[in-house]
C-alpha cells in the first residue's frame, strides 16, 4: 500500500530542534524521490528539502539551508528531517512528499502541487 506517515512533530522553543520521520511508501522497489513540504495557516505550501533515492542528491530552500537537513534509510523505507535552529517563522505543518517520476531538483522543491503521494503532515509549533 502507498502511504506515506510522518512523526516527531510538536511544541519547540526558538532555538530548538526536532527530528521528523517519514515512513513509507510501503509495498514497493520503486526508487521514488522523497521530500518536505511545509504549509503555514493560511498560506501555500513550500518545498522544504528532497532527497534523491539513493541519497547522492539533495536540495533545500534558501530558508533552512544550514539548519535542515534531509537524509534516508531506503532499506527502512524511511526519510529523515532533522530542523535545527528552529524560529517561530518555521511553524507550519509539515508534510512528508514522494514521487516515482521527479528528481530532487527545482520542480520537487517549488511545484510541489505535482508530486504523486501525501503524508497527513505532522505539526511543528515553535513558540516560548
Known amino acids: 500500500q502507498l502511504q506515506l506517515v510522518e512523526s516527531g512533530g510538536g511544541l519547540v522553543q526558538p532555538g530548538g530542534a526536532r527530528s521528523l520521520s517519514c515512513a513509507g511508501p510501503g509495498g514497493s522497489v520503486d526508487h521514488y524521490t522523497s521530500g518536505w513540504v511545509r504549509q503555514a495557516l493560511g498560506e501555500e505550501r513550500v518545498g522544504v528539502s528532497c532527497i534523491s533515492w539513493f541519497g547522492s542528491t539533495t536540495k533545500y530552500a534558501d530558508s533552512v539551508k544550514g539548519r535542515f537537513t534531509i537524509s534516508r534509510d531506503s532499506a527502512k523505507n524511511t526519510v529523515y528531517l532533522q530542523i535545527n535552529t528552529l524560529s517561530p517563522e518555521d511553524t507550519a505543518i509539515y508534510y512528508c512528499?514522494?514521487?516515482?517520476?521527479?528528481?530532487?531538483?527545482?520542480?520537487?522543491?517549488?511545484?510541489?502541487?505535482?508530486?504523486?503521494?501525501w503524508g497527513q503532515g505532522t505539526p511543528v509549533t515553535v513558540s516560548s
Open positions: 512528499s514522494a514521487d516515482l517520476l521527479t528528481p530532487c531538483d527545482d520542480d520537487y522543491l517549488y511545484r510541489s502541487k505535482i508530486l504523486e503521494l
